[in-house]
């Protein structure tokens, strides 16, 4: 079960959603597939623990704290005990990853018998892999929140790989864009900024520029993607750029409607790449279509002087 | 604590990522601040794009004379005779080897692909190259496939086998079982990950704890897509593990990634223009045309 505390999140950033815009981002994340959207903690569903370094997870500890060890008389004999039922919510473990172990120390959690629910933390950038591999290897609960706010394993990465490797069907992913504007609007960006590359919801993760990736698109999309734009609400964009071939020249005439013949595909395509890197940057469309028809002129003259 | 090599891709692979556009002086810059922050290992470009390409990367080798200079190319005997030009000290040949790619990028067969990426290898060996090979696709690539080539690769004296998860879907135990499969076979392993899903970094460590010997990096993590893994986040993480004496510390990595941060700056021209709300009076200049919606 996937637990989304993004809302949380933002109260301790300052962000305190109203309560339409909080019902909104629930409706939202419902809609997209995430089991249990929380807004306050829930002192009697979870009992939240801090682990700063998984060397001091002891299992038999945590058993402790959660209450779950079973108490004795003095002579040892067991007393009459109801282990509690609330989920014992994990904090912390970021640097999990780095033990050589990693795997055998989310074993030991797991086979503890405990009601963990882990929030792993993202310090090291490696509380999605944390977590993915917690829930593929059998772990039931994982706390994550919308980017990654409150230095948690980011949302949009963990059901986007549980979709396309665990078979574990979010029908809402295309959503992800609507969550991502309405995260800005509650003011989540302003506490973690959402690059335009950022992994499943950049806004221009689907750019391509060079033109060994634009052949391949063309040939078939799936040669440098791992899943369509469409899945998570996005668009592939082609721009013309320094690295830029004759596929995407020829691509771009064709969108325009404009005749592009064999040998004027790669002289376009050389005077892109030369403009680009004079300017610095992908060019715009007027500056194509001025490079188009300077290139055509200059391929009619030679044409007709032959 | 095992040594562990960085091998930077800024250059190439970042370099190509939508946006980025690198002057030659750039290019100098951005390698000279990684050669004083410890990394020996750049891949400086693409010889087969033109003559330009091609003295970039000399004047990356000549300004950065300790550093192993490496060119990315593809299998094929015209981008080969590219690499002999610029002055490098390797050529890295791209190979792709998943089904998919073999098929419908190369429209090939599997074996007869095999059979043109020896050659290729061989030519290059022979025209007094050092060669790398990358696995392109491996992270989707059928394992026995891989293998075999690996061990033929090996053979015919090829120094280092570059597994490259090109669309970003290894995770880390599957990263882990794979550079087990090939570790046992090649002279030298290197990763290459995609942040997709936000796992490249995580991978690369997972990599390298199972026995691979190099990481791919960039700077601030630039590249195709979310990128690549993050030279000083990488870095960081090698160094807290206590495992590996990485050849750059995680101090100098950050350093060098703050003082290229302004050579760094992504221009993606059109978007711009396009989220600014303008339109263009000329029949193809509108923010549209040359933004392709997914119907390709």
């Known amino acids: ?306 | 604590m095992r040594p562990l090599t960085v091998l930077d891709v800024t250059l190439r692979d970042g370099g190509q990522a939508p946006g980025y556009v690198f002057s030659r002086e750039a290019k100098i810059r951005l390698a000279r601040l990684l050669v004083d922050s410890g990394v020996r290992r750049i891949e400086a470009g693409v010889p087969c794009m033109g003559r330009e390409e091609q003295e970039d990367i000399r004047a990356v080798k000549e300004a950065c004379p300790t550093a192993l200079v490496s060119t990315w190319n593809r299998a094929r005997r015209s981008d080969i005779e590219s690499a002999c030009d610029c002055g490098a000290d390797l050529a890295h040949i791209c190979m792709p080897v998943s089904d998919l790619h073999i098929r419908k990028k190369l429209g090939m067969e599997p074996e007869e692909a095999l059979d043109g990426y020896l050659e290729c290898a061989a030519r290059a060996r022979a025209r007094g190259l050092a060669v790398s090979a990358g696995f392109e696709d491996a992270s989707r690539a059928d394992a026995g496939f891989m293998l075999r080539l690996a061990r033929a690769l090996t053979t015919e004296g090829v120094c280092r086998i570059r597994i490259s998860d090109t669309v970003g879907v290894l995770t880390p135990l599957r990263t882990t079982a794979l550079v087990r499969l090939l570790v046992p076979v090649v002279p030298e392993l290197e990763i290459h990950a995609h942040n997709d899903l936000g796992m490249a970094e995580a991978n690369s460590l997972c990599a390298v704890m199972a026995g691979a010997g190099c990481v791919n990096t960039t700077l601030s993590g630039i590249g195709e897509r979310a990128g690549n893994c993050g030279l000083s986040r990488f870095a960081r993480l090698a160094a807290r593990s206590g495992l590996f004496a990485l050849d750059v510390d995680e101090n100098d990595a950050a350093r060098a990634e703050r003082e290229a941060a302004p050579l760094l700056r992504r221009d993606n021209g059109i978007f711009k223009a396009k989220l600014r709300g303008l339109r263009c009076a000329l029949p193809v200049a509108g923010g549209k045309w040359n933004t392709h919606r997914s119907t390709l």
């Not at chain 1, 014992?88 to 989310?106: H, I, K, P, T, V």
């Not at chain 1, 882990?118 to 609960?141: I, S, Y």
């Open chain 1, 1 to 306: 079960m996937i637990t989304d505390v993004t809302l949380a999140c933002l109260r301790k950033c300052g962000r305190t959603a109203e309560p339409s815009q909080a019902a909104r981002w629930r409706d939202l994340l419902r809609y997209i597939g995430v089991d249990k959207i929380e807004d306050l903690p829930d002192p009697g569903a979870c009992t939240p623990v801090y682990c700063e370094s998984a060397a001091d997870c002891d299992p038999a500890e945590l058993a402790a704290l959660h209450g779950q060890s079973r108490p004795t008389d003095e002579f040892g004999g067991d007393l009459p005990y109801a282990p509690p039922r609330n989920l014992l919510r994990l904090f912390g473990l970021d640097d999990a990853l780095l033990r050589e172990d990693f795997r055998n120390f989310q074993a030991r959690l797991r086979q503890s018998g405990l009601p963990l629910e882990p929030a792993f933390g993202n310090t090291f950038g490696c509380a999605t892999a944390l977590g993915l591999t917690w829930l593929t290897e059998g772990g039931e609960h994982l706390v994550c929140s919308f980017a990654g706010i409150g230095n948690l394993a980011p949302l949009e990465e963990i059901i986007t790989a549980l979709h396309l490797f665990e078979a574990r069907e979010f029908p809402g992913l295309y959503l992800l864009p609507r969550a991502r504007d309405l995260f800005t609007r509650l003011g989540g960006a302003l506490c973690v900024p959402i690059g335009e590359t950022k992994a499943v919801i950049g806004p221009l993760l689907f750019a391509v520029e060079s033109g060994v990736h634009v052949d391949g698109l063309l040939k078939d999309a799936a040669l440098y993607e791992a899943f369509a734009p469409e899945l998570v609400g996005a668009a592939r964009h082609i721009l013309l750029g320094a690295h830029s071939g004759r596929s995407s020249v020829r691509l771009c005439c064709a969108a325009a409607g404009l005749p592009c013949g064999e040998g004027q595909d790669a002289e376009l395509a050389r005077a892109v790449r030369a403009l680009s890197r004079e300017r610095g940057r992908c060019l715009r469309g007027d500056e194509f279509f001025a490079l188009y028809k300077q290139v055509c002129r200059e391929s009619d003259a030679s044409a007709d002087s032959a």
